[in-house]
């Protein structure tokens, strides 16, 4: 579903991402582990389109799609969400009427008609009721004011609006405590179908204990340095990344 | 390309995206070139005044003559050749339309084009409830909606009918608020205005329905001064919303238009203003220079004025819209959306002079600036020795947009009562990247982002607008700032 051939990318003229391979079927969670600047939210940014973020080689398809050099709103139509680990403010946009325009955007580059009002409110509703979110939370301004964990619910709940193919959550679990946590991989994980694939970053291992990945990758220097089972995040929360790094470079 | 670099050459790009330019074909029966003594009698002829207005608007011309055009505004433009324009332009019509059938049909396709199908809003009347006095070029076409006002006894007709039918009402408060003098574009103003809007709304009546105007400049070369004075007295309550289109055109075209406002004793006036003039092309050249006098007078105690505008258009605009607070415990309260694109060059705000005891003003103004605009707030916040526990809130928000375009905030604040608190607060922002990139990545194309982020940036403001208006001015603050980034 995604994948990703050589990908050289750089930021303010320094090369971050150096020759990245990475594969993920759909249906699958794959998790991207890494130490702090491996390269780990540049893949994320890169992946979404965002400016500055410059292609200088190798490949990235989703379904077949190369995203290259597309915007980041038509890598959204073709079905890219990008869970934000730091959700931006909004002021003075209700979440309401994001969530609506975001829809209807897609539904528009999609050959889709837009939703009229009534059945858009009946969608949100649907969906606020199966992730147990208070309506209350789409009339303040996005994310304004937004505790860490309401910042995560929304992006959980605009994931569950948009219907994304394949989900990138960059470091989800930042700013979370344990049951906000909890309520959050709860909602991803009833995001999780054989149609949809998932890439999750994180640093630690404490997330995938929620959020079940099918195979773990470590990022380092901007290259995956090793992949393997669930069980390769439980051996770096042991280890560390020091240990793993050593026996790569040696 | 850089980020901002891209943002800049995209702002270039903007230019040939109005959309309501076009300009209607109708013969204009004009007025000779210039300005002259015999240019106003030739007005106050067409338009069949008594001798009482033809030697005021005399006075003024002659007051005009010595005073000088101001310039302490932050805006620069090439001096206006007075001589050079036409003060008089009607659309030919043998008789005055007795209903909208009788108006020519091309006026009305303009109209529909500006999406205010006359016909149809006769129909919903009982829908949206909005009375629409349409003012095509400088003489009134059509006026709707007067039977129902008739009811509640509210007069609202053009200012020219007002001189005809309610001589007195217009004798009394013509100039009471805004005096002859008081600036050089408002005595122009006097002098030559051709038309406009009148209300008065009697003791204690609610106005039934918002009333509205749309304004439209069209005949090439013309300036236009409207004229409009509104009046509620004690105890009643009116909303007024002046909304505006023009279409393109070459040459740069001066209005000056004067909007007197009078509150009694607990009266409520809420006065909007959409304005959307034709800003002129990437280079400013063919905008409207728009120098507006806008004053209440909240004679009364316990009256309130409420100011909301949203302005967009024009190549310049200087217009405060000012509330004297005279009537103890009355409020003024200013709503302000600003935004200015290209060679756009804004300097508005408001004054509010507190006269009476425990007088109150709110202030809220939001300033947007892309491309190479210049975007100004000039507010003056007056508290006299009798304005004994005056009080004033003000709050000046700047939204920047690209790196070539300035805001700039002029609070002049002048308290000669120790009782009195005046309070400012001023913000300066750029339009985030990370906003536009979250927004972007939720699918919204990079223009409605920005617009999406505008309008929240301003909500405080457009909450302010009647409903019926709130909507539209949202999609014109996107429409305005098409191409404003990449």
Known sequence: ?250 | MSATAETIADVEKLGDRYKYGFVTEIESETAPKGLSEDVIRFISAKKEEPDWLLEWRLQAYAKWQKMTEPNWAKLGYPPIDYQDSYYYSAPKQKDAPKSLDEVDPELLETYAKLGIPLKEQEMLAGVRNVAVDAVFDSVSVATTFKAKLAEAGVIFCSISEAVREYPDLVRKYLGSVVPQDDNFFAALNCAVYTDGSFVYVPKGVKCPMELSTYFRINAENTGQFERTLIIADEGSYVSYLEGCTAPMRDENQLHAAVVELVAHKDAEIKYSTVQNWYPGDENGKGGIYNFVTKRALCQGDRSKVMWTQVETGSAITWKYPSCVLQGDDSQGEFYSVAIANNMQQADTGTKMIHMGKRTRSRIISKGISAGRAQNSYRGLVKMLPSADKGRNFTQCDSLLIGDKCGAHTFPYIESQNRSARVEHEATTSKISEDQLFYCRQRGIGEEEAVALVVNGFCREVLQQLPMEFAVEAQKLVGISLEGSVG
């Open chain 1, 1 to 250: 579903m995604l994948e990703i051939n050589d990908l050289r990318v750089s930021v303010e003229g320094k090369q971050i991402l150096k020759g990245l391979n990475l594969s993920v079927p759909a249906g699958e969670v794959h998790a991207i582990m890494g130490p702090n600047g491996a390269g780990k939210s540049t893949l994320a940014y890169a992946l979404a389109g965002r400016e500055g973020y410059e292609h200088e080689g190798g490949s990235a398809k989703l379904l077949g799609n190369s995203i290259i050099g597309l915007d980041p709103e038509d890598r959204a139509a073709l079905g890219l969400f990008l869970a934000f680990q730091y959700p931006v403010e909004i002021p003075g946009v209700a979440g309401m009427t994001f969530l609506k325009t975001a829809l209807n955007s897609m539904r528009v580059a999609r050959g889709q008609e837009e939703l009229s009002a009534l059945d858009f409110l009946k969608l949100v509703r649907e969906r606020l009721k199966s992730l147990g979110i208070d309506e209350a939370m789409l009339k303040r301004p996005v994310n304004v004011g937004f505790s860490g964990g309401e910042k995560k619910r929304n992006e959980v709940l605009q994931m569950a609006m948009l219907e994304p193919k394949f989900c990138v959550l960059d470091e989800t679990d930042s700013g979370l405590d344990i049951d906000a946590l909890k309520v959050v991989a709860d909602g991803v994980n009833a995001l999780r179908s054989p149609d949809r694939g998932m890439l999750v970053i994180t640093h630690y291992q404490r997330l995938l204990d929620y959020i079940k990945p099918d195979r773990v990758h470590v990022l380092a220097s901007g290259q995956i340095v090793k992949s393997g089972g669930p069980e390769l995040a439980l051996q770096l929360e042991a280890e560390g990344y020091g240990e793993l790094l050593k026996e790569t470079a040696a």
